[in-house]
């Protein structure tokens, strides 16, 4: 874990947001924060964070994060929450948990399954290219000053499909719903699983690329793959991310995205899914 | 549920093979099949598929399959096994569920989670395009006489990278992991949410068509989106779906596996991805 002190002397606003206490076996109690409050609650990204690090902490944890299941059940209101974590089966190379986020009044609001694995030596292939695209000091970050907080802690700086003035001019027709785009924490933190699982969840809906316009969202459930270990995301250290992110359908209420991010030199570090509720 | 009567007047295999019969609430048993045997245990797509049809068969499931995560934590023995299945959270349009299926010596051997949902009108919109292939009909399927009886359940038709006489001659350099494939169940049977999951997870290991080589293998999390109600699938009839499967990265043990799964019109029925452990 980073526990990264800000100019401020106090600890990174991410290591805050989603700090827990160990409160018995397995079990967890957390609290909503303000820096990365969202429309009605808090920004997913962290909330998914916050539920890897649940499972992160616990004492028979082994490995490394591989695959991330996060399903959004309910809104998470702003407080106090519980976090049950259950270890499901250890192996040899890989350790299933399943993991619920509770409140006291909305009940299960989150549930996750995480796999953490040993990942051993093997060939190495990267069939996937990393697309073209400006280094992101060419490029001006998107204005975030009296947007919602979450919105201010992440610095983005589209290469590619910059959403403009949302809302004012909807487009006449669907627009393509591929953005590529740098982004990192505001202020900026060594990179670790924690803040890659947020990260990956950054991403506007496309939706609001395809319309230009925004519209009512909300994640149902997202899963993300780690292509690397500790080692390989501690040598990105604290630059921005470069994100593709796409949709392919969008029907009868609910479309999917696709993430993929890079390090700066172009290493695939994970990818991200989801289905996304909208409408329109 | 379909229950389809093949030629010999029984249940199609695959019905048989996903059977369960309730035991309790949240509760069912079933058996794993010889038609549907892999070189260790069943072929995960129908575990993945008894699992979805565990939960779809509680009384209390509202909506149709959204979003399905499977873990797979060990390999499923021959034999009986038991599942559970948990309603976590049923909202408006969406409804949560844990599951797991468990054996009584190797303990809990896969887990899910799935949500269904209620589709409502909104916007279509389908950025992606199917890949241009020629017709199922003028492919020859890959002769699977002698091989693994999973194997022997689909009729896979190569349009697209098909495996050349797989560890006879490995390949000198990577080759490409994107395959295109008209793929469906032996014999045909109308596609419904359970054989769409099953065949979301036939498309071969990516490592196999990057090395020319049959290597150790094995999924350790699947995560399928469904992209239509039950309508769109019945319209499918019971027709060959075409695949596109690639891959992004292959890593310290681990590749991811991308796969669309297009109706022979076009659309876009389903999404899948899962992460594979391989070793070379």
């Not at 986020?101 to 030596?121: C, D, K, Y």
């Not at 230009?212 to 899963?223: D, E, K, R, Y």
């Not at 609910?254 to 909208?278: I, N």
Request: aromatic share 10%.
């Amino acid at each position: 874990m980073n526990e990264t002190a800000t100019a401020d002397g106090l600890a990174h606003p991410f290591d805050r947001a989603t700090a827990l206490e160990a409160t018995g076996a397995g079990a967890f109690a957390g609290r909503t924060s303000e820096d990365y409050w969202n429309f009605t609650g808090p920004f997913g990204g962290v909330t998914a964070a916050t539920l890897l690090r649940a499972a992160t902490e616990h004492p028979r944890r082994a490995g490394t994060p591989l695959a991330l299941t996060v399903n959004f059940c309910a809104p998470v209101a702003k407080g106090d929450f519980a976090i049950a974590v259950r270890e499901i089966k250890t192996n040899r190379s890989t350790q299933h948990w399943y993991v619920e986020l509770s409140q006291p009044e909305a009940g299960i609001a989150a549930t996750a399954t995480v796999v953490f694995a040993e990942r051993r030596q093997s060939l190495e292939h990267r069939p996937l290219q990393p697309p073209r695209v400006p280094a992101p000091e060419t490029l001006t970050p998107l204005p975030m000053q009296g947007m919602m907080a979450w919105l201010q802690r992440y610095e983005f700086r589209f290469a590619l499909n910059m959403p403009q003035r949302l809302g004012q001019t909807p487009n006449a027709e669907p627009a393509s719903a591929l953005s590529h785009v740098w982004v990192n924490d505001a202020p900026s933190r060594p990179l670790d699983f924690l803040s890659l699982t947020a990260l990956a969840d950054t991403f506007f809906g496309r939706i609001f690329h395809v319309l230009g316009a925004l519209v009512p969202i909300g994640t149902v459930s997202m899963t993300t793959y780690f292509h690397g270990d500790a080692d390989e995301l501690a040598a990105h250290g604290s630059g921005p991310l470069l994100g593709a992110a796409d949709a392919k359908v969008f029907n009868k209420g609910y479309s999917d995205q696709t993430v993929d991010l890079w390090s700066r030199p172009g290493r695939l570090l994970a990818t991200s899914h989801q289905v996304v509720y909208f409408r329109a």
